[in-house]
């Protein structure tokens, strides 16, 4: 009994991390800003040290802001470097208060390896933490398992709204590992994952399979549910990230039981005439693997394709997928088939297979235009617009249009997303999306990150320059 009430007690003890936050009660600094702290400065907000407010000590971070969106924030931020040697987990704290105030209010932090890569994030809505608004001082935590690749953390606070907030007594401690099995429930849903990804994943050749096994053993002690598996999933994508997969993620249940039924991207396709002459097609990215959803989807870029075509005398077509920010490819692409053309678009490529994208009798994956309309002139010049938030899918978008002799891009490089998502069902109603392979032109030319416009496009205030860059091109 004895043994056991240790263990309990040792479960909920906490150890001082060697590397420590600096001026963590901002009692310390130079013209009203805290020492080793960075305040960013943005617009309809004010970020200084106040005495009259603070949880211990004589001073805290006091954040005010007027902002009447949501879109803008204040926060500060301190990189803490950091010599792991084994695998530990660490809890970062701070306490909180807030006053007149509405908005969200986030710690947050980002875990860096040695080239100053993210390979792990979180704040406090993601690992379900939320901090409550106008109330007095309340410590929060956030939780990262780290190991001998995590080489600094970039921590600190963040406000977006109305109101005033203040931030105390920042503290970081590891958090010892239980000594209890973990039930066979919870064990199993982490060997799958991990089964999932080691023979799924394009980079699995890279990681360190025996170092991830032991880590896992330690870390996956004391979990019971499938919930307390978090953690240990979250380590594997860290590996991966740190291996170069900035593309795979987990969606909750909640998320992928709507992409089953409806779109999860508010955003609508849109179209208009440019200069009396040129057709302009905004495609949105998509979030639903329904069929019939995606159909809608498609049929709505198609329709708007028919009717500019066929009420216009169109001289060349605008695609813009600067909004894209990803999802279903099929949809965006089946719906912009009648610009594209159909043939091979591209590959999907693992190692040595190549999986073609055949875009046939206007059937493209599962998505098909029932009625399709043949534009007037299959020759018209094709702007694509390509930016930073082009990415994923909307890359694939974009590649599908490489390699026609009339088209070029105009822009700014992609995101960088181009790798390809496979989807796996999870046991607990969440869905893996996991980067299966890397995606090919029709000319052979393999992504394996941004994608590079033909026309780079500067930006110039109070004008769309990528669309008239466009223009001139299309017109000339």
Known sequence: ??????????????????????????????????????????????????????????????????????????????????????????????????????????????????????????????????????????????????????????????????GTVWFDHFEMNTIPFSNEEPSKASAKYIQDFKNIVKKNSIFSDKLDWQNIDTNLQYLSKGMKTIDDTTPALRYILQNLRQAGDNHSFISGKERSEKQKKSNTIEAKPDSRLIDQNIGYISVPGFGSLNKEVGNDFALQIHNMIKKLDSENTIKGWIVDLRGNTGGNMYPMIGGLGSLIGEGTLGYFVYKDQKSPWIYKDRKFGDNKIAEPYSLKSGQAKIAVLIGPNTASSGEATTIAFIGKSNVKLFGKPSAGYTSANSIYPLSDGKSFALASS???????????GKIDPDVPVESQEGQDMDIETAKTWILN
């Open 1 to 162: 009994m004895k043994k056991l009430s240790f263990t309990i007690i040792a479960a909920f003890l906490f150890c001082s991390v060697d590397a420590q936050i600096q001026n963590a009660g901002f009692e310390n600094m130079t013209d009203g800003l805290p020492n080793q702290w960075n305040v960013k400065k943005a617009d309809s907000y004010e970020g200084k040290i106040d005495y009259a407010q603070y949880f211990g000590g004589k001073a805290s971070m006091q954040l005010t802001g007027k902002a009447d969106n949501a879109k803008n924030f204040q926060s500060f931020s301190q990189k803490v470097p950091l010599d792991i040697q084994k695998l530990q987990k660490i809890e970062i704290s701070a306490y909180v208060k807030s006053e007149n105030t509405k908005g969200k209010i986030n710690l947050w932090t980002q875990v860096k390896d040695e080239n100053g890569e993210m390979i792990d994030f979180g704040n406090s809505e993601s690992q379900q933490n939320a901090i409550a608004v106008n109330k007095d001082w309340t410590k929060y935590s956030l939780v990262f398992t780290v190991d001998k690749n995590v080489k600094s953390l970039l921590l600190g606070g963040v406000f977006s709204g109305n």
């Open 438 to 448: 890397y995606e090919m032109d029709r000319n052979g030319k393999v992504y394996y």
